[in-house]
DNA sequence: CGCCCCATGTAAGACGTTACATGATTGA
DNA sequence: TCAATCATGTAACGTCTTACATGGGGCG
């Protein structure tokens, strides 16, 4: 029932539409004009998304037409809304999240603290901190496994990946200190 | 007709083939047991993309069936898959190959070197150089400008994207240094 | 003999992309 | 009035996910 899985960009518009109300356009707006470029601002992944997340009921759009203004349609969280993307942020951290779907962690911290309060956030932050100190090393051993076979240019890319790894543990560290001056490293 | 635009997951199976013949069974093995583990090592989508692959004529399998060994299919680059691979690994670079294709981008540069030479990897990096310099100004100005509005953890995922940049930034200029020591900076 | 790994595949479904389509309203 | 923008959608297409299915070969 509930036991449906919702995309990234549905749980992105989720989190977006707990902050502000919004029609599917103001949406796209905010995909084609911030930082979150990441996700598409085509009408033919928003418009679907919200009908799919309106069917499921976390969701419910009111048709807005006062005289003189465009028809459009403002979306708000239900209680079932609400209550999932709780549950969507407070998921456990695998390392499979770590490795394909670092997107979808980030997305997931960027809305934990209004949603979840500070204490989600640095739940959050603390597994990301655990499955990236646990999977860096295998990274360096697989990097000084295959340096010989491999050609320049794969192993530099592989560096790159673990560089960015490293930086984002970097920046984990530097986040939970944020919520937690007074935390003893 | 060599209009056919090639997946991500195809692509990295053209240049691994270009590396080493293997069957889907090899390649299946290699996503799943290397930092290549981004990619889905999953039948479902193996099967199939060598099968596109090799209807575009991109790729050529054989059956290997010797008397006591269990059959197997290897795929071995075409001509036209040579080239093919050549042409995409040389695709200018855009921001929006920044934006949304990081993974694309590192997956060219991780077989520039042994598919073009180290002239081709040099020219990829370049023009990351580029991208990156011209592309997180942008979003430095988007953190000042949000700053207010936004919720702490949202302002630190968008730091985490930055930093994540500038480290990406950094590892390209090192990059360039191992391809050219003597470049001056 | 039975079990696990090799090795290949298929089928149903979900999702995003691209491109097209439609109307209403603002502004030059 | 004519273009641009607001605002919403739909249709076709390709690809990935998940799950299932199949058969031969090594091993205990």
Redesign the pocket.
């Known amino acids: 029932m509930t036991e ?7 749980c992105a518009l989720l989190g977006l539409l707990q902050q502000n109300p ?8 905010i995909f084609s004009s911030t930082a979150m470029t990441s ?14 997340l309106q069917q499921q009921g976390l969701i419910r ?1 009111s ?3 006062g ?9 708000r969280l239900t209680a079932r809304g609400t209550a999932e993307l709780k549950k969507w942020i407070a998921r456990p951290l695998a390392r499979a999240d770590v490795i ?1 779907g670092l997107d979808g962690v980030m997305l997931r911290f960027a809305f934990s603290e209004p949603v979840g309060g500070p204490s989600v956030s640095i739940r959050l932050l603390r597994s990301l901190e655990t499955e990236l100190t646990s999977y860096i090393p295998d990274l360096h051993e697989q990097l000084s496994a295959g340096k010989a076979s491999m050609p320049m240019s794969g192993r530099l890319a592989l560096e790159s990946g673990i560089k960015s790894y490293e930086c984002l543990l970097q920046w984990t560290r530097d986040a939970l200190r944020t919520y937690e001056p007074k935390r003893k490293d």
Do not use: C, H
Not at 40 to 45: E, L, Q, T, V
């Open positions: 449906s899985t919702i995309s990234n960009l549905g919004s029609s599917g356009y103001d949406l796209r707006k996700y598409s601002d085509s009408p033919g992944a928003i418009y679907p998304a919200l009908k799919r759009g048709v807005e037409s005289s003189g203004m465009r028809r459009r349609q403002v979306f394909r």
